[in-house]
């Protein structure tokens, strides 16, 4: 049994204080730089405290954005960013769960070879497959598309693995029964191993929408039309042209606005986020 010393609860208060201030200092700094007029800037300093500024300043970044920059508003790359994540994470979680389910499940030839095959393009990122793949989207008419933009990134080997190992451990008798009852495999999937793997779906959801909110490159590469600009190519755009002409007071509204959908998803999602990672005995 670990005893409870007073200042050994103290140093560890302390130290979990610290590491939160150092983690959280950088947003405060891009909170307090978001409430700043242009001139601030241009002082060599940069404010510890909040201005009066930052209904202004959110409003234009969210209606007009930085034209000077290519960028268009962020209410508008904020959706396409949006469904651009949502697109990715439930096509990922749904062919995962089909080809888990499936090799698991269905006795078939070569099927440990296939799921091998599967997990070996885990050495395999877009940024390493990234030309053929941009010729393929290119013949199929799919660049500066919402189907160009998700679908070579749906596929996923970690998933497939995860849901694979969970199912492995599901009592054979909860088959055996839903044979006995006369449930089909679909209705066994859909009645007794979906409920099972909600907390698995739950913390792949949150990791799964971030890496889709995060994406810079590959929509960087196959769009165009600012129609189809995503909040992270914005940001890029705006800080370029930064450099030329200080807007930073706007380029941190549009960073603050960019971080607050991961956050609330974060949030949302929290108990079964840790539930599905820290959970053992299904």
Known sequence: MVEHRPWSQLAAHLILIAGVALVLFP????????????GEFLRGTLPLVPGGHALENYRAMW??????????????????????????????????????FAIVYFRFP????????????????????IIPTFQVVADLGMLNSFAGLSIPLI????ATF??????????????????????????????ILLPLSITNIAALFVILFIYGWNQ???????????????????????TTAADGDPQWHLVMAAVVMAALPPVLVILFMQRLFVKGLTETEK
């Open 162 to 191: 995860l849901f694979r190992q969970f199912f492995m451990t599901v009592p054979e008798e909860l088959l055996e029964a839903a044979r006995v009852d006369g449930a089909g495999p679909f209705r066994f999937f859909r009645d």
């Open 63 to 100: 209606e007009s954005g930085l034209s000077r920059a290519g960028a268009p508003p962020v209410g508008k790359m904020l959706v396409n960013s949006l469904v651009m994540a949502l697109a990715i994470t439930l096509g990922k979680l749904v062919i995962s769960l089909l080809s888990a």
């Open 155 to 158: 596929a996923s080997a970690t």
């Open 27 to 38: 947003v405060y700094i891009a909170i307090v730089a978001s409430t700043q007029a242009p």
């Open 216 to 238: 810079y490159l590959w929509p960087l590469l196959i769009t165009t039309d600012s129609d189809y600009y995503t909040v992270v190519m914005g940001i890029q755009r705006m």
């Open 110 to 129: 070569f099927r440990l070879f296939f799921f091998w095959l599967i997990f070996v393009t885990l050495m395999l990122p877009v940024e390493v497959r």
